[in-house]
C-alpha cells in the first residue's frame, strides 16, 4: 500500500477533542464530521490540507476520547495518511479499523518539515522524504492490518463472514 | 524446565484475566490473543456509530444480548435536535435487538458509574466499553478498556476481541495519605511523574497502603484515569472491601482473580503519600500538574463538581463538607453533577443537595455534560474554569480560549467559595 502526499506538522499529545470538538459528537455523517477536522487547533486545516494531505506528528497521537468520530473527521477532511513518533492506543486501532493509514516510528517528526514530499509505503514499513532525499524505516504492517486499513473494519467483517 | 513448570506459569492479574478469556493454560506479555468479551458497554455518543457498523457488517442478532448494556449519558436529557436523533437511535437499537441493559433519560446515569454501581462488571472479567475512561472498572477488579465503535460493531457481531497482553507495571503508593489529599491528587501526582503518554499500552495496577485505605468511590477515580497516561486499563487487586462492595449490591457470584505469588511485573515504581499534595492539572495537558499552593490566587469562572472521574458520594460528602454554611464567591458559577440517579437520590437523602443550593451552587441531573463541553456549563472566551473532572485539552468545556485546571472535590469545592484557586487545607476549619 503505497501514499503520496505532502507532510502537514503537529507536535506532541494532539488529542481527539481538538481533532473534533465535543460540540460535534452527536454528527454521524462522514462528510460532516470531516468539515471540523482539526478544528480545536487549527483554524486553517480544511484549507491546508488540500496540499497538505499527510500528517506527521510528534508522541501520543491521539490521545484522549475514544471518539472514532476523529479519525472519521480527519479522513473525510481529507488526510491520506497519519505519521507519528507514536500514537495513543485507541485512537491507533480507529484509525486502522475506519481506513485511515498510520504509520509509526519513533523520531519521524524531527526528520521531516512541513512541505515535505513524502512516500509512504505501508506495506514494507518505509517513508521515503523526497524533498530531503530520505529513508525512514519501521516495522511493516502485517497483512491483515494492511487488509483492514484497505477495506475498512466493517467491510473486513462483512466478507469473512460471507465466506464462512 | 519440567514440564509441569511450562503448563503453569506464574501470572499476573492482567495475564489471568485475559488467558481465562481466551481460553489459554498461560499467556505472556506481548502476545496476541483473540478474548471472549464478558460485557460489552456503549452510550450515546459512540452506540449509534456501533449499531451501524454492526448492521453493515451484516449483524441481525447480538452475540449475547444479555452482555450488552447500553447507557444515554453524555446528552441527557437531549439538548439538541442531533443529540435527540442519537438518543432515538439507542431507543431503537435497544428494542430490535432485545438489550434489556438500557439505561435511558433517568434511569442510570453516567455510564461508568451505572456499570459498577449496578453490579454490571465483575472482578476477573473482561470489560469493553466504546468511551476511553472505561478503566473505571479496574477499580472492581476487572480488565476493562475502551475501543472505538467500529470495533464495538464486531463485538457485537462475534463477542470477540483481538487483544495484545499488555506489559504490566506496578504502581505502590506507600503509608497514608495526608489530611485533604485525595485519590485524585494522588493520580494526579502519578501522571504528571509518569507524563501523558507514560504508560501507553500498559496494564497498571495500583497497589500500596494508600490504596489499600481507598474506598471503591477512591479506586474508581484512580482506574478511571489511567488512560490519561496512556494505559490501556488500570486496576487494584480485589481485598474485602471489594467483596463487601459488591455482595452488598447484587446476588450475582464472581470468582476474585489476583496476582499469582510469583508473577511478574515489567516495571514496579514506588512513591510515598508523604510526597503527595493537594495538586492542579494545568491548562492544556493532564501531565502538567503542580501544587495548588503554586496557583493559589488564580481567578476562575467557574467550579465543576462532577463527571465520571469525582462525582460520586465520597466527592458530593467532601465538597459539602467544606462548602456548607458558606456561599460561593460572588461573580463565580458552581456546578455539581451526581454521577448517577444512584448517586442523586442518596445526596438527597443525606440533605447534601440541599446545603449546595444554600451555598448558591446549581444541582443538574446525572450526565457527561460539562466535561466535554456538550452541554450545561459550557465555557466561552477568556474563562476559567476549576473541575473534578478528567480533561484540561484545548476547547474541552467549550471556547478553545478557555482554561480548564483539573483538581480534586475538596480544592474545587474551596476555589468555588473563594472565587480562585484555594488549598483546600487552607479553608477546612
Redesign the interface.
Known amino acids: 500500500m503505497i501514499i503520496e502526499g505532502k507532510a502537514m506538522k503537529y507536535g506532541n499529545d494532539v488529542n481527539t477533542d481538538v481533532m473534533l470538538p465535543g460540540k460535534y459528537l452527536a454528527l454521524t455523517n462522514p462528510e460532516e464530521l470531516g468539515k471540523h477536522a482539526m478544528e480545536g487547533i487549527d483554524s486553517n486545516f480544511l484549507q491546508k490540507v488540500k496540499e497538505l494531505n499527510i500528517i506527521v506528528a510528534g508522541r501520543n497521537f491521539g490521545c484522549g476520547s475514544s471518539r472514532e468520530h476523529a479519525p472519521i473527521a480527519l479522513k473525510y477532511g481529507g488526510v491520506r495518511c497519519v505519521v507519528a513518533n507514536s500514537f495513543a492506543r485507541i485512537f491507533y486501532r480507529n484509525a486502522i479499523n475506519i481506513g485511515l493509514p498510520v504509520f509509526e516510528c519513533v523520531g519521524i517528526s524531527e526528520r521531516i518539515e512541513e512541505g515535505d514530499q513524502l512516500i509512504i509505503d505501508l506495506t514494507a514499513g518505509v517513508v521515503q522524504n523526497l524533498t530531503r532525499n530520505e529513508r525512514y524505516s519501521s516495522m511493516p504492517m502485517p497483512e491483515f492490518i494492511l487488509d483492514l486499513v484497505n477495506e475498512g473494519l466493517v467491510n473486513y467483517m462483512l466478507k469473512r463472514r460471507k465466506k464462512n | 524446565m519440567s514440564c509441569e513448570e511450562s503448563e503453569k506459569k506464574e501470572m499476573n492479574i492482567f495475564e489471568k484475566i485475559l488467558a481465562r478469556a481466551s481460553k489459554k493454560k498461560n499467556v505472556t506479555q506481548g502476545e496476541i490473543v483473540e478474548a471472549e468479551v464478558d460485557k460489552a458497554m456503549i452510550n450515546d455518543?459512540?452506540g449509534?456509530?456501533a449499531a451501524?457498523?454492526f448492521e453493515?457488517?451484516?449483524g441481525r442478532q447480538l452475540w449475547d444480548k444479555e452482555r450488552v448494556i447500553a447507557i444515554n449519558d453524555?446528552?441527557v436529557p437531549a439538548s439538541?435536535i442531533?443529540?435527540a436523533?442519537?438518543h432515538k437511535a439507542m431507543r431503537n437499537f435497544a428494542q430490535k435487538y432485545g438489550v434489556t441493559n438500557f439505561y435511558d433519560v433517568g434511569r442510570g446515569g453516567i455510564c461508568h458509574q451505572v456499570m459498577v454501581e449496578k453490579s454490571h462488571v465483575l472482578p476477573g472479567e473482561l470489560v469493553v466499553g466504546?468511551?476511553?475512561h472505561?478503566t473505571t472498572y479496574g477499580a472492581v477488579g476487572a480488565f476493562s478498556t475502551?475501543?472505538?465503535?467500529?470495533?464495538m460493531?464486531?463485538v457485537f457481531?462475534t463477542g470477540k476481541l483481538w487483544f495484545k497482553v499488555p506489559e504490566a507495571t506496578n504502581i505502590i503508593v506507600h503509608r497514608k495519605l495526608d489530611f485533604m489529599v485525595t485519590p485524585k491528587d494522588v493520580i494526579l501526582y502519578i501522571i504528571g511523574q509518569l507524563g501523558?503518554?507514560g504508560a501507553?499500552?500498559m496494564g497498571v495496577k495500583f497497589s500500596g497502603e494508600a490504596i489499600d485505605d481507598m474506598s471503591i468511590d477512591g479506586r474508581m477515580t484512580l482506574c478511571n484515569m489511567a488512560v490519561e497516561m496512556?494505559a490501556?486499563a488500570g486496576i487494584v487487586e480485589p481485598d474485602n472491601k471489594t467483596i463487601q462492595y459488591l455482595k452488598s449490591r447484587s446476588d450475582k457470584s464472581f470468582n476474585v482473580v489476583n496476582d499469582d505469588n510469583n508473577s511478574v511485573y515489567a516495571r514496579t515504581i514506588d512513591y510515598y503519600a508523604s510526597e503527595i499534595v493537594p495538586l492542579v492539572a494545568r491548562p492544556y495537558?493532564v501531565d502538567n500538574v503542580k501544587p495548588v499552593s503554586d496557583l493559589e490566587g488564580t481567578a476562575i469562572d467557574q467550579a465543576f463538581i462532577g463527571a465520571c472521574t469525582n462525582g460520586r458520594m465520597e466527592d458530593l460528602r467532601l465538597a459539602e463538607r467544606i462548602m456548607r454554611g458558606r456561599k460561593i464567591k460572588e461573580g463565580v458559577r458552581a456546578i455539581v453533577v451526581p454521577a448517577s440517579q444512584e448517586v442523586y437520590l442518596t445526596a438527597l437523602k443525606e440533605g447534601l443537595l440541599e446545603s449546595f443550593v444554600k451555598s448558591e451552587v446549581t444541582i443538574a441531573n446525572p450526565n457527561c455534560g460539562p466535561c466535554?463541553?456538550?452541554h450545561l456549563g459550557i465555557l466561552t472566551e477568556g474563562e476559567s474554569c476549576i473541575s473534578t473532572s478528567n480533561?484540561n485539552?484545548?476547547?474541552?468545556m467549550g471556547s478553545?480560549k478557555s482554561k480548564v485546571y483539573l483538581a480534586s472535590p475538596a480544592t474545587v469545592a474551596a476555589s468555588a467559595i473563594m472565587g480562585r484557586i484555594t488549598d483546600p487545607r487552607h479553608l477546612e476549619a
Open positions: 455518543i459512540t449509534p456509530l451501524e457498523a453493515k457488517m451484516g453524555h446528552y439538541t442531533q443529540s436523533e442519537v466504546a468511551d476511553s472505561t475502551g475501543i472505538g465503535s467500529t470495533e460493531g464486531a457481531l501523558a503518554d501507553t499500552y496512556g490501556k495537558t466535554f463541553g456538550g480533561r485539552f484545548v476547547g474541552r478553545p
